[in-house]
């Protein structure tokens, strides 16, 4: 099996599996049209596509295996904002949850917001506000965002955020709510499984921030760029990632330390508040 004839592979799995497509196209959270776009060939399905549908299945970890292997021949998929807007965000949220639900090891890199498993409610709509969305969309997005935080409380699972210290004193949100944010970072924290770090703006680099991205397992990073996601799957590509992280996670303030960054830049918000 190769990409070009995955799509009539994923059909007949699906068919000697007996669900209908309706109902492993509503697991997989896409259209029921795009689904059957894929498995006629007439769309090609992404890594993420591919997850999802296999996950959506239930098939065994070998088959799945094989089946990802062949959806990973293009080594790096990018997909523009554009068309994840026409998909929904709401939507997308829902593929990412369903992949975070089969990842083991989550690390996460971000020197631009808040990590979406970590944000309040205040902060994912101020995030999606800029999007140009209806009320009525911007309400499914924040629920099915704050839906996937639910996975922090997962058993067998392990969740690495390193933040940098600029994202907590960027003023997506007005001061008051961001110290609701801090709060929230301060408690997520001290889940067993949560691992939380902030590179201080004071401690000597020798690397710089780039861009966000995050780590499933060491399977595919996920990228994100003003104009697209990018995922990459080259075991290659994986490891440049992974060191990167992990050359921040040494250089980062963690567990009470952290903590204490935290409630410094929370008091410094309520005195400013305060006083002005």
Not at 48 to 55: G, Q, R, Y
Not at 183 to 194: E, F, T
Request: charged share 25%; glycine share 6%; with cysteine.
């Amino acid at each position: 099996m190769n990409k070009s004839s995955l799509g009539s592979a994923l059909r007949e799995l699906r068919e000697s599996s007996g669900k209908e497509a309706k109902a492993v196209a509503r697991g997989a959270a896409m259209s029921r049209s795009k689904a059957s776009k894929i498995e006629n060939q007439i769309t090609a399905p992404s890594v993420t596509d591919v997850d999802c549908i296999l996950t959506a299945i239930g098939v065994s970890d070998e088959v799945k295996a094989e089946y990802m292997a062949a959806a990973r021949e293009a080594a790096t998929e990018v997909t523009a904002w554009r068309l994840i807007r026409r998909l929904g965000y709401s939507r997308k949220q829902q593929q990412v949850q369903a992949l975070e639900s089969q990842t083991a090891l989550l690390r996460l890199f971000q020197p631009s917001l808040v990590p979406g498993l970590l944000q309040t409610p205040e902060y994912v709509r101020a995030v999606f506000a800029r999007r140009n969305l209806t009320e009525e969309q911007l309400e499914r997005t924040v629920g099915a965002r704050l839906a996937r935080q639910n996975v922090l409380y997962s058993e067998g699972k392990s969740f690495r955020f390193i933040i940098t210290e600029s994202v907590l004193r960027w003023r997506l949100v007005p001061a008051l709510m961001m110290v609701g944010q801090l709060d929230r970072l301060i408690s997520a924290s001290r889940l067993p499984n949560v691992d939380i770090r902030v590179v201080a703006l004071s401690t000597p680099q020798v690397d710089f921030p780039g861009h966000s991205f995050s780590i499933k397992d060491e399977r595919t990073v996920t990228i994100e760029t003003v104009h697209a996601e990018t995922v990459v799957t080259d075991p290659r590509d994986v490891a440049l990632y992974v060191a990167k992280f992990e050359g921040f996670s040494g250089t980062a303030v963690a567990s009470d330390d952290m903590r204490s960054l935290l409630e410094g830049i929370r008091d410094e918000l309520l005195r400013e508040q305060e006083t002005g």
